[in-house]
Structures are given as structure tokens and as C-alpha cells.
């Protein structure tokens, strides 16, 4: 009897009670990925080798007596824009087709620290940057709902592994959003921790000051018993807060949200949005003031310039971090023919290795940094940044936590939007706030859109260093939202018709 | 220095007009600007835990941090930032509160991450000074340079190009990369524009780097070994019509690898820029070249536009802010400045201003300091240093302090005070020493160098002079005391220098009558 | 009026090393264009009183003791190299010359 559908709690608690072996569990998840993975391709690099190791001196502690952590010899997905020592990190790019790396990232250390088995590297948008999957250079990930539609982005990968599956657990990284909306349109759960809540440093950049990884899965407490695991202090990374890690496993189980002020952002409250995901974020606001919450009205007026701000920020430092692909020490290296100087190698390797939207951001970043320019772009969006800031400060004097629906639509066709750079940007509308100010931001399921059919996904934003009251109101709401339907929501996806 | 530069030389065909350096500065003022870049002696990188070692095997003192792996993220060395501060307190800068790092954006294969971690416009130390003294035609002058900013930034790897006619760079095969240097924590103090030296602009720039040089030395933070690369010095020059009130157009020039050669480049840069403006060219912002060989520079590479380097702050790192409190203790750990040093020692040892400035030219301070310590006296310890040690050493080519260690001469001068050896005994000691015939003891008894100080040996040798001279004996019976010289020299020719001059004269001078 | 322009584009990517065909170029120009009409905006709210925001977090003075700490071996380090000899990475020849 397969144990994929669990929870990664209950898998823990299985495991702990010796009714499974860490063995047993990798290798049923194993023979799932080799059943679906070919229609969804979550996957770009699968470690059977590294996993049965870890999984079987997991089980052999355990056979010992020692006392292990609440997922340990638990599955996990990691997206592949963390390095893993020895195993390919490609970061979705044919730049680094085949690269190795020689170190492991802080959260891979704290993954095996705490006993969980990495299955492998998920797929992504390149370099982080997309918000679809769709500029994957190893083709896209397809949604387990919906095998025609997109699973989000940048960590489509990580999240479709989920809905499908395939892992309870995976690890994405969230710049813009590119955890929560893949959480969002696969009906999954997705946190972007506290900026300098988890270790940078492996952590391939795209744009350091907006960067975090973050943990995913199933559940509300799934995500926390993750986040618990890899959330802490890295000296190797100088962003890295140096504060104990936040007890969001307690907050995820208090199931209580009585006297809680909950703040729905004007701005980003669905004017403009998909009906159904409307419908959806008003029908999860009820049940919160059912479980005796306050819902109060909050404006934030400057998030109407965050994507503009982010749009200029996160592709200048991306410009300046993706500078180092030039083929000298690592990665591809195109046109060395003997006749070709340094110079000209690089830009044939970076014509090559790099794809369309990661070219037009280096473009765009390389502008706005430009001489000239600084003041009116780069500048201007930092300044623009501390305008969102105090947004938030003031927003939080009001309130407890601010909610929003976490993306404008539901999954979109795969190829819908893929031409129109502007009309994918604006999937993370409601996202990037948060990223800008460094706070905490949290996606849950709320239900299916009714006219498609397909995930919402709720999100919740909480101040910064209190990551705990996202899990707090996240927790309360699933429960309350299973409650309403008999059942949890992903239990709903349809079985993956493989061909 | 003469003119480099001669007019049937095929470059100077269709020349007007040559000038050489004297008359470029009669018809034109220099401006100068100095950059220095100083390697700090940390045990690790700046950014990175590697080793900071001279000379390893390649690529063996690095990391995913100094090799610019993708994921890799800098933490700031706590000693560096140290090192820095005092070397802004050392030169008399403000410490800034608030100073950050920024990302210098360019692509070269020795930079791993393709962008220099450094600092722009918040830097660490700004506002300095440090003052200079120089020889001019009306003696000693002092010029006060200023210094705009001290800043802290990461050195680069080493590439060593292979194949091509040269093996220098251009017509290389390949080039092959060695990144143990790369992270290395680089200090780079620049300086004010610097207007007024006039002719004196390339001794001026020589004083500054030295001083620049012995006061890093003294703060004991960097090797400053500009031969191993450890100081780095590149000049900027430009010149205007004398009076004109004008700046020109200024060269930057780069591979100046020693002391001379600031003072040569710049003396080369003169006479050139003069050459080209008065023969009605334009001259041209580049970065050039020094050569070592014939003290003039070639142009760089030439790039088609200037390099923009998108500077931003780094947001991998966070700002820096030193409070108060340490800087004041920091301040307390500077040491004594080399000026004030020279000139503590000046009046202690009662040297004159030629004499000193000897000295310090010939780098012989602190040898002279540490055999003083060891007991010699002082206008000994100077003498035989400047004078028969120096000797020595130019004719073997090599530098005084190889040839005698202190401790070794110290105790010869202390024979000499004691009476045991005389100047001349003493000269023999130290041949004996420098060629390895052992300690200055060992020397004494093998050569059997005694001083003759027995009064009845002395008496012979006396008599002897006295007869060979009467007419001088008899001056001397006479009142004539300054012509016991000539008797003197005598017994002291005739003892091979083995006698006491003092007690030479005293016996003398007491048969004589006039003692 | 075209905000960025088939020259700002070719000049942008030789300063940021990418080779791009005229087909690219253009296409380019016109995306970006696009979006820097989009992205302007910023311009309108970042007045002169208000400061830059680099850092999410207010940290400051995070140092680390001079100490040093193993090193990757030089197999580690090469191990990407696309290129090498003996112990250093082999890279085309440099035309230029280092800053």
C-alpha cells in the first residue's frame, strides 16, 4: 500500500512508529516519479543513489534507538537552483548543463542534517526568472491538474512534484513570488520566509536583496515542520538573520485566530483579477471572521509602483550576478576554436547559454544601472522600495497580518503568455511586495475557481521576523477550509492520466 | 637625469620642436594624481577563509567565494577592515560612520565574478593629508599632499600568457589562470589632485609613495614589497601652459614597480605630454605602460569607449559602521610616525640635516637605530655604516645590511671605544668578518690584531719618529702642538696601526716637554 | 518616441558580453522598450527626500575573525574548468589588458 498521498507529518509519524522504512518510502516515490514524471517532468536530475544512502543510514539510526527529528528519512524535491555537492545544478539553464558543483548549499547541509532524502533537482525557470516554467531550457513542467496548463514559476518544478506526488516535500526558492505562485496554481502550500530566514549561501543568485528559499508542500503544518528544518543562522551568508528560528510548527497546530486583526490590502485585493479567484479569497476572509477574526480594510499605495520598482531592481543585480557565466572557470563554453579571443568566447557562450527572458533582463538591468540612467531607474526603484517599506509598517500598526489572493488568474495554458514579457510580469502583482520589503509571505489552497475548475491559492503576509502569525492564520484557515469541504483539497486533483 | 628623448630617433620624425625635461617645465606646470594599491598581510581573503600565502601551488587557496561559484556569497574579514581604518588614521583621514561596499561591474578572466567587490561612493577613510619633504635647488621643501579617500577593495587572479611571438600578452595562444591570488584584500588610498611641485613633480611623487611606503611598514600591515606586488603605484600627470590656470588632459600610468621607476615614469610622462602638446598634439586620456628598460611608456590597450561600470552597493554585504569608541582605540595603537621618528633621532644622536638626509637615502636608519641599542655610540655607529661598511658594499654590489649584522659591528665600535682596537685594526676586523673568517672575536685572535698600548714599545717607536724628524720634534718642543701629527703618524705607520693613537700622543707629547 | 533604440541595445549588450544578431537586436529594442515604458513609472513617487532602500534588513557590521580555513583542492576547484592545464584553467587569449 503505497504511502505517497500522506502527509509528510504523517509519513514522519509513520516512520517513527516503524510501520515503514525510509528505504521503503524513497523507493514507492521513486517508482511514482517513473510512473508520471514523463508527462509532468517536475524532475530535471533524479539521485537514486544519494537518496537510497541517506534514506537507509536514516533508517539505520532509527534500527539504533536514536532519536531522530520529525522528518527525518522524509522525501523531499529540491529546486535546482541550490547546490547540491557533486550532483548537476543546472538552475534551469543550458549555461550550466552538467555542472557539478563541489559544495553544498547552507540548505542542503541543514536537509541532511536533518535526515531528509533528496530525491533530486526540480525544474524552473532560468536563473529564477519566470513566472511559468515556460523558460525552462530543458522544456517545461506541466500542471498535475492540468497537464495543458503551466505550474507556475519560477519553482514549477518543486510544486508540481507535490501535486503530484511525487514528494511530499521540496525546497523552492521566491525573488517575486516564484514559490507562492506556483503554490497558488497547483493548490499546494508555499512560504517565503523572512528575508535572511534561511541560509543564501548555495543559493544561486538571481537578485540577492530579494532572494529567499523557502519551504514547500501539502499542508500548513508540512510546510512548517520544513521550514523549522532549514530556517537558522549561516555565517557564510552576511544577510543571514542571527535569531532563533521562528516556532512556526506551534503556530501552524494553534488553530486559533481569536482577537487576530487581519488586513486586506486595497491594492492588491482582486480588483482586476480572475472572478473565481475573487470568489474564492472572499469566501476564505468569511471563515476567518467565523473563527473570530477582524477583517479590516488597509491601503498600501505605493504597491501600484512594486512591479514596476521590482522590474528594475531584480534585473539589475541579476545583470551584475550572471556576469560570472562566461565560460572561463565552469559551464558551457561555445566557439573556442583556437582563432577566437577571451572576449569573443563569452559572448557567443552567453549568446548560447542563455535563454530570451534572461537576456532581456541582463539587458534591462545593464540599463537601468547604466550611467546616465542610475538615478532615474535603478535609483528611483530603490527609493520606491522604502515607500513600500513604510506601507507596510503602517498597514502592520493596523493589523496583525494583510492578506491578498496570491495571483491574478488561475494556471494558464502553457504557451498563453509566453510572448507577452508585460502580461507575465503581472502574475506577481501580488507577490513582489512582499519580496521588496523583506517580510514574510505565505500561499494556501482556498478552493477551485468554479469556472475552470483549477486551484486559488490565498495568500498571507506577515511583519518581518514574525513568520510564525502566517502560519498561525494559515493553519486556522486549511482547517477550517477542509472542514467546510470534507476533505482537503489536493486530495481532489484528478488521477494524471499517463500515457 | 638627462633627456630620454633623441631627435634622430624615427618616432620623432617630423618633430618641430623636442624638448627635454628641463625646458618642458619651464614652459609647462604638472598636475599630479597618485594611486596607490596596498596588499593588507591578513592571515585570510578579504571576502573568503583561504590562505593569503605567497607562492602556493595554483589554485590551491581557493573556495566557491574567491572563485566566483555560482551560490557563493562574501563575508568581510574583521582584520582588514582593522588594517584599514588605521592606515585612514595613519594619513590623517576622517573615518566615515557609514560606509558601504559596492559592486565595480566589468569583464576580464582574472575578476571570477566578473564585478570587483569594492566601494564607491561611501568609502571608509576620506580627507587625509600627508606631508613630504624633498631636496630642491633652495634646500629642503615640503609639500603637503591630500588624500581623497582610502577604500578597501579585492585583489584579482594572475594570468600567465602562453604561447604568441612575445609571450607577453599580445600575440598570446592561450592564457592560463591561477586564482589564489584572487579576494586578496586591497587598500587603495588615492590622493587629491596634487598642483604646485612643478619640476620637482617626479621627486615629489617619489617621497610620497616612500613615506606612504614606511608609514604602511610601521602600521605593520602589509609587506609593501613593490617588487612582489604588495605596493602598487600608478601615476596620473597632466600639464598646462605655465600660468594658464588650466588643467590639461592627464595619463594614467600603470606596471610601476619600484621607487625609481614613480620618479622615472613621471619624469618619461613629462617629457612626452610636453613633446606632443608642443608639436600641436592633443594628448590623449589613456592608461599606459611603464618600461622598465628604456623609462618611457606605450599605450595601453586601447579601448573603442570608456568602460561604465554600473557601480551599485553590494547587497550581499551590509554597511559598515565603526563606532567611535573603537576608532579611538585604534588611534592609540598607531605608531610613531616616521617623520616624527627621523626626527626624534636627529636630535638624539645630534646629526646634521646632510648627514641625516644620507641616511635615510641610503636606508640605513634602522640599522643604525638597532647597532646604537647594542650599545655602540652613535657618531660611530653612523660613520662606519655611511662610510666603510657602504664602501664595501658598492663594491660588491650588494646592500650594506648583507654584509655585517649589527650585533657584529656593534661590538667591533665597542673594541674601539675601550681602547682595544684602533680604526685601522678595526678595518681589518671587519674584512675578516664579512669574509666569513667567524665573529669579530675569532677574527682578533686569528689574525692576532692587538692594540700595541705597552708604554716601553711605544717609547722605541717614539724615538725612532723623533729621530727621523728632529726639526718637527723640535716645533713641538717649541709650542707647536699640531705638528705631533706628523710624528704621530708616523709611529702609527710604523706599528702597521697597532698602536693607540691616544696614548701615541700622550707619551709623545710628554717627552716632549708639553705634556 | 522610442525610450531605448536598436544602438542603446547593440552598445548594452557589448557591455554586458552578449552577442546578439541584428534579428535579436531589434527584437530586443522593441521588448524593452515595452517595458522600460512600464517600469518608468518609479520616476513619478521616488522624490528627493526619500532615501534608498538597499538592505531589507537594517543589519550592520557582520565581520568574521581572520582565520583561516581549508581551502577546496585544486581538483575541486578545476573541476568545472571547461579547459585546463596542469594546475590552472586554460582560457582563450586575452586580448586586453587588466584594469
Not at chain 1, 336 to 351: I, W
Not at chain 1, 352 to 372: N, P
Not at chain 1, 480 to 499: C, E, F, M, Y
Request: with cysteine.
Amino acid at each position: 500500500m503505497s504511502s505517497i498521498r500522506l502527509s509528510a507529518a504523517e509519513m514522519g509519524a509513520a516512520l517513527a512508529k516503524g510501520e515503514i522504512t525510509s528505504v521503503e518510502l524513497t523507493n514507492q516515490h521513486f517508482d511514482r516519479i517513473a510512473e508520471v514524471d514523463t508527462a509532468v517532468h517536475a524532475f530535471l536530475h533524479l539521485d537514486k543513489e544519494g537518496a537510497l544512502a541517506q534514506a537507509k543510514s536514516v533508517d539505520a539510526k532509527r534500527a539504533a534507538g536514536e532519536k531522530l527529528g520529525p522528518i527525518a528519512g522524509v522525501p523531499l524535491a529540491l529546486k535546482d537552483v541550490l547546490t547540491q555537492k557533486g550532483i548537476p545544478t543546472t538552475c534551469g539553464s543550458k549555461m550550466l548543463e552538467g555542472w557539478r558543483p563541489p559544495y553544498d548549499s547552507g540548505v542542503v547541509t541543514k536537509l541532511k542534517d536533518a535526515g531528509v532524502v533528496i530525491l533530486g533537482k526540480t525544474n524552473m525557470d532560468e536563473f529564477a526568472m519566470g513566472s511559468s516554467t515556460e523558460n525552462s531550457a530543458y522544456g517545461p513542467t506541466h500542471n498535475p491538474w492540468d497537464l495543458t496548463r503551466i505550474p507556475g514559476g519560477s519553482g514549477g518544478g518543486s510544486s508540481a512534484s507535490l501535486a503530484a506526488f511525487e514528494a511530499p516535500l521540496a525546497i523552492g526558492t521566491d525573488t517575486g513570488g516564484s514559490i507562492r505562485q506556483p503554490a497558488a496554481v497547483t493548490g499546494t502550500v508555499g512560504v517565503k520566509p523572512t528575508y535572511g530566514g534561511v541560509s543564501r549561501y548555495g543559493l544561486v543568485a538571481f537578485s540577492s536583496s530579494l532572494d529567499q528559499a523557502g519551504p514547500c508542500a501539502r499542508t500548513v503544518l508540512d510546510t512548517a515542520l520544513l521550514h523549522e528544518a532549514i530556517a537558522g543562522h549561516d555565517p557564510r551568508d552576511s544577510t543571514s538573520i542571527n535569531s532563533p528560528v521562528p516556532q512556526v510548527v506551534a503556530a501552524a497546530k494553534r488553530l486559533d485566530v481569536k482577537g487576530m486583526k487581519i488586513g486586506v490590502v486595497k491594492e492588491i485585493s482582486g480588483e482586476g483579477f480572475q472572478a473565481g479567484v475573487r470568489t474564492r479569497f472572499e469566501e476564505s476572509l468569511q471563515l476567518l471572521v467565523e473563527a473570530g477574526a477582524e477583517i479590516v480594510e488597509v491601503s498600501c499605495p505605493n504597491f501600484d509602483y512594486a512591479l514596476a520598482a521590482y522590474y528594475l531592481i531584480a534585473p539589475s543585480e541579476a545583470s551584475s550576478n550572471l556576469a560570472r557565466f562566461d565560460s572561463m572557470r565552469y559551464g558551457i563554453r561555445v566557439g573556442d576554436d583556437g582563432n577566437r579571443g577571451a572576449e569573443e568566447v563569452m559572448n557567443l557562450t552567453r549568446q548560447v547559454g542563455f535563454g530570451r527572458e534572461v537576456k532581456r533582463r541582463i539587458i534591462l538591468g545593464t540599463y537601468a544601472l547604466s550611467s546616465g540612467y542610475y538615478d532615474a531607474y535603478y535609483g528611483s526603484a530603490q527609493k520606491v522600495r522604502t515607500l513600500i517599506k513604510r506601507d507596510f509598517e503602517a498597514a502592520f500598526t493596523k493589523a496583525d497580518v494583510l492578506v491578498s489572493p496570491t495571483a491574478p488568474t488561475t494556471a494558464f495554458k502553457i504557451g498563453e503568455k509566453s510572448d507577452d514579457p508585460l502580461a507575465m510580469y503581472l502574475n506577481d502583482i501580488a507577490t513582489i511586495p512582499v519580496n521588496m520589503a523583506g517580510i514574510g509571505g505565505m500561499s494556501l489552497p482556498c478552493g477551485l475557481a468554479p469556472e475552470d475548475g483549477l486551484p486559488v491559492g490565498f495568500q498571507i503576509m506577515s511583519p518581518v521576523m514574525q513568520d510564525d502569525l502566517m502560519y498561525r492564520v494559515g493553519g486556522t484557515l486549511e482547517a477550517a477550509l477542509n472542514s467546510k469541504w470534507g476533505h482537503t483539497l489536493i486530495s481532489q486533483i484528478p488521477d494524471l492520466q499517463v500515457r | 637625469m638627462g633627456s630620454h628623448f633623441d631627435l634622430a630617433d624615427p618616432r620623432f620624425a617630423g618633430a618641430l620642436v623636442a624638448l627635454n625635461f628641463a625646458q618642458a617645465m619651464e614652459k609647462y606646470e604638472p598636475t599630479l594624481g597618485l594611486e596607490v594599491h596596498v596588499e593588507l598581510n591578513t592571515n585570510s581573503k578579504m571576502f573568503c577563509s583561504c590562505a593569503t600565502e605567497f607562492g602556493g601551488s595554483p589554485n590551491t587557496q581557493t573556495c566557491p567565494v574567491c572563485l566566483g561559484l555560482p551560490g557563493a556569497l562574501p563575508v568581510v574579514n574583521a582584520k582588514a577592515i582593522e588594517s584599514t581604518i588605521l592606515i585612514g588614521l595613519a594619513l590623517n583621514c576622517s573615518i566615515a560612520p557609514y560606509s558601504r561596499f559596492a559592486r565595480k561591474n566589468y569583464f576580464y578572466p582574472d575578476m571570477p565574478k566578473n564585478f570587483q567587490t569594492s566601494q564607491y561612493d561611501e568609502p571608509i577613510c576620506v580627507n587625509g593629508y600627508l606631508d613630504v619633504e624633498i631636496d630642491t635647488d633652495e634646500g629642503p621643501a615640503k609639500f603637503r599632499i591630500e588624500i581623497e579617500r582610502v577604500h578597501m577593495e579585492e585583489d584579482t587572479g594572475k594570468s600567465l600568457h602562453v604561447g604568441g611571438s612575445t609571450g607577453r600578452i599580445h600575440g598570446a595562444e592561450y592564457s592560463l589562470l591561477d586564482y589564489n591570488r584572487a579576494g586578496i584584500p586591497l587598500v587603495e588610498i588615492v590622493t587629491k589632485i596634487v598642483p604646485g611641485t612643478g619640476k620637482y613633480a617626479p621627486q615629489v611623487a617619489r617621497a610620497y609613495v616612500t613615506e606612504l611606503r614606511d608609514i604602511l611598514r610601521s602600521l605593520g600591515v602589509s609587506d609593501v614589497k613593490m617588487e612582489q606586488g604588495s605596493l602598487r603605484c600608478d601615476a596620473n600627470v597632466s600639464l598646462a601652459p605655465m600660468g594658464s590656470g588650466k588643467l590639461g588632459t592627464r595619463s594614467e600610468t600603470k606596471n610601476v614597480n619600484s621607487l625609481r621607476s614613480v620618479e622615472r615614469a613621471l619624469f618619461g610622462e613629462i617629457e612626452r605630454q610636453a613633446n606632443r602638446l608642443e608639436n600641436g598634439e592633443r594628448v590623449v586620456q589613456e592608461t599606459r605602460h611603464f618600461l622598465e628598460d628604456t623609462g618611457l611608456t606605450r599605450p595601453g590597450r586601447s579601448k573603442e569607449q570608456a568602460e561604465d561600470y554600473r557601480y551599485f552597493p553590494e547587497p550581499d554585504l551590509v554597511p559598515v559602521t565603526p563606532d567611535a569608541k573603537w576608532i579611538e582605540e585604534l588611534r592609540t595603537k598607531l605608531p610613531e610616525k616616521p617623520s616624527t621618528r627621523r626626527k626624534r633621532l636627529q636630535t638624539e644622536w645630534n646629526v646634521p640635516d646632510k648627514e641625516m638626509t644620507a641616511l635615510i637615502n641610503a636606508e640605513l636608519l634602522d640599522v643604525v637605530e638597532e647597532t646604537i641599542a647594542l650599545g655602540a655610540e652613535p657618531t660611530r655607529a653612523r660613520t662606519w655604516w655611511l662610510g666603510e661598511i657602504s664602501r664595501l658594499a658598492n663594491e660588491k654590489e650588494v646592500e650594506p645590511t648583507s654584509l655585517i649584522s649589527s650585533a657584529n659591528l656593534a661590538e667591533i665600535i665597542a673594541l674601539i671605544a675601550s681602547g682595544e682596537l684602533t680604526d685601522k685594526l678595526a678595518r681589518q676586523v671587519v674584512e675578516g668578518v664579512i669574509n666569513g673568517e667567524g665573529s669579530p672575536a675569532d677574527v682578533i685572535a686569528k689574525r692576532g690584531l692587538k692594540v700595541v698600548s705597552d708604554d716601553s714599545a711605544l717609547m722605541v717607536a717614539i724615538e725612532a719618529a723623533i729621530a727621523a724628524q728632529p726639526d718637527t720634534a723640535e716645533r713641538i718642543r717649541g709650542g707647536n702642538i699640531p705638528a705631533a701629527g706628523a710624528l704621530i703618524g708616523a709611529v702609527m705607520k710604523a706599528t702597521g696601526g697597532a698602536a693607540d693613537a691616544a696614548k701615541v700622543r700622550e707619551l709623545l707629547l710628554k717627552h716632549l716637554g708639553q705634556a | 518616441m522610442a525610450a531605448i533604440s536598436r544602438d542603446d541595445v547593440a552598445h548594452l549588450a557589448r557591455l554586458a558580453r552578449i552577442e546578439m544578431s541584428a534579428e535579436e537586436l531589434d527584437h530586443m529594442a522593441s521588448e524593452l522598450d515595452v517595458i522600460l515604458g512600464a517600469v518608468a513609472r518609479v520616476q513619478e513617487v521616488a522624490g528627493q527626500d526619500v532615501p534608498p532602500t538597499s538592505h531589507p534588513l537594517p543589519m550592520t557590521n557582520i565581520f568574521r575573525a581572520d582565520v583561516v580555513k581549508p581551502s577546496l583542492t585544486n581538483e575541486e576547484a578545476l573541476s568545472g574548468a571547461p579547459a585546463k592545464v596542469e594546475e590552472r584553467f586554460k582560457v582563450p587569449q586575452i586580448l586586453g589588458e587588466a584594469e
